[in-house]
């Protein structure tokens, strides 16, 4: 489940998993003011120019909820499982990956239509816009290739809604974030079933060096396993799976950006 802030910085959307709803917090009370039955499992809510979008898992959907009566507006069917909604603000096209049917649906126009449906690789969980190319971007974090079971970059040409570019991993993703910069010039990407950290350089779009971690890094979800300060520090949480034993591996970043240098920090 992933919230969203709406128009007005006091109130705040939240899908409920379990009741298939969508709840409007107001932050200045702490307390919820409105619900809508959405879908089944909603599992990711974003709120764009008046509306609340939010991807249902189980029903295979996404609701548009209006922000002023609060009420559901359209159903839109997408692929099996969508995970998540990222708008391309230049454009305004809602893009949806599909975990379960690898391909990401992408919905325009007022009321809004499912457009194109691109085929991706394995299981799409993770999509954003993707400016250090100095493109109308958006890329797609597939957990593993169309027949590769290594992680899969799939680069969508905004205007023209096609794929351009796609680049392999070196293993199965786990999650990733972009470091600080005006061009948010690297990416660091955790991998699923290897204790390394991947850092991609954005502009090349080619992988430009992986680093081993102490323990396998948590996996991607709720928990914050790899997380950007505020400050541009790197910081990637591990579990020792036998020992139970944590760990925080902090980088820091050296005069050459593609080399980022480590700390470790031990946690219990």
Known sequence: MMV????????????DWGTGTLSEID??????????EVGRDPEFGLHWQGH?????????DVSIVDDVSFAVTQRVRVGAHPMRVVV????GDVYIPNLDDASVSILAGDPAAVVTTL???QEPFRI???DSRGRNEMVVLCRAGRDDPRGLLVFVDGPTRRI???????????????AAGPKREIAYITLADWPRLVYFDAVR???????DLSHQPEPSGIGPGLVLSDTGGVFVASRDAQSGEGSVTMLTTGSDSNAPGTRLISVQ
Not at 27 to 36: F, G, H, K, N
Not at 205 to 211: I, R, S
């Open 205 to 211: 779009a080619e992988v430009a060096g992986v680093l």
């Open 119 to 121: 085929a991706v690789g």
């Open 88 to 91: 391309n603000q230049e454009l």
């Open 4 to 15: 969203t802030r709406g128009a007005q910085s006091e109130r705040l959307y939240s899908p």
């Open 27 to 36: 932050l200045t009370t702490a307390s919820a003011v409105r619900s809508v």
């Open 128 to 130: 954003a816009p993707w």
């Open 52 to 60: 609340v979008y939010v991807a249902n898992a189980a029903s295979n």
């Open 164 to 178: 351009v570019d796609e680049v392999a991993l070196p293993g199965r993703v786990a999650n990733w974030v972009w």
